[in-house]
């Protein structure tokens, strides 16, 4: 294994623990948009990082040569909180749409947990080369 | 953000609600009330909800974020639309042309009230079994 696919790896690696974030974020969210469903004049949030984050991998970064330099913090797309002020379903100005943040709170969950079984098998294929294929 | 975040928004959902139906109970139950305190008849009550926001100092990029905080109610307050007027001569409360002043309670809305808050109240909960199940999977990350 060359030092290049070491790097490589960890990107990937990297990318995991920042999804993992933006989910946990989402999922924050979407409970603050249903613990607000019967707030008059609540708009309803949501997380971008998925837009963002194909933006930034077109886009030219900061090049490292040392883990420990500086980067610009934002090689994989930012997670930001933003807000819907469009529609409003309700009279009281509420435009939380209770449906879909529940289905987006399922969809979330399930991304997290397929996010999670893909960081433990990478930490398991490194323990697996790390003790020479036996346990 | 802590850990926990998700969980603390989402009881304060579940308090919420269950003022809400705190409040829609005293109405239900006060549907034919006509002495209070004040000696006027009973007003219907309204929880008032507002959005719990707090502002944080971000100890990486040095500024000012709002953190989400779930949901807050503000204060109940009484509803003054008109009062019914029925006619009973014979009750102690009626006027001198025997009407008297009945609360602004409307049963039919109390109920469909009541379920809206139902429903809110078990959304918030599944939103907390939600965040109970990442955090489990997260616990198994490295197993």
Known sequence: ?135 | MGAFTGLNISSSGLSAERLRMDTISSNIANADTTRTETGEPYRRKIAVFQENLDRELNSVTGQYETKLKGVKAVQIVNDNSSLRQVYDPSNPDANAEGYVSMPNVNILNEMADLISSTRAYEANVSAINAQKSMFSSALQIGR
Request: charged letters at 20%; aromatic letters at 6%.
């Open chain 1, 1 to 135: 294994m060359t030092v290049n696919n070491i790097s490589g790896q960890q990107i990937t690696y990297d990318l995991i623990k920042k999804s993992l974030d933006a989910s946990s974020t989402r999922a924050d969210v979407i409970s603050n948009n249903i613990a607000n469903i019967n707030t008059a004049g609540y708009k309803r949030r949501y997380v971008t990082f998925e837009d963002t984050l194909k933006q930034s991998l077109d886009n030219i970064t900061m090049k490292k040569d040392n883990s420990l330099h500086m980067d610009d913090g934002n090689s994989f797309g930012a997670i930001s909180v933003k807000e819907d002020s469009s529609s409003s379903m309700k009279v009281d100005g509420n435009n939380v749409d209770i449906d879909s943040e529940m289905a987006n709170q399922a969809q979330n969950t399930l991304m997290y947990q397929a996010l999670t079984s893909q960081a433990s098998s990478r930490i398991s294929m490194r323990r697996y080369v790390i003790t020479g294929g036996g346990n």
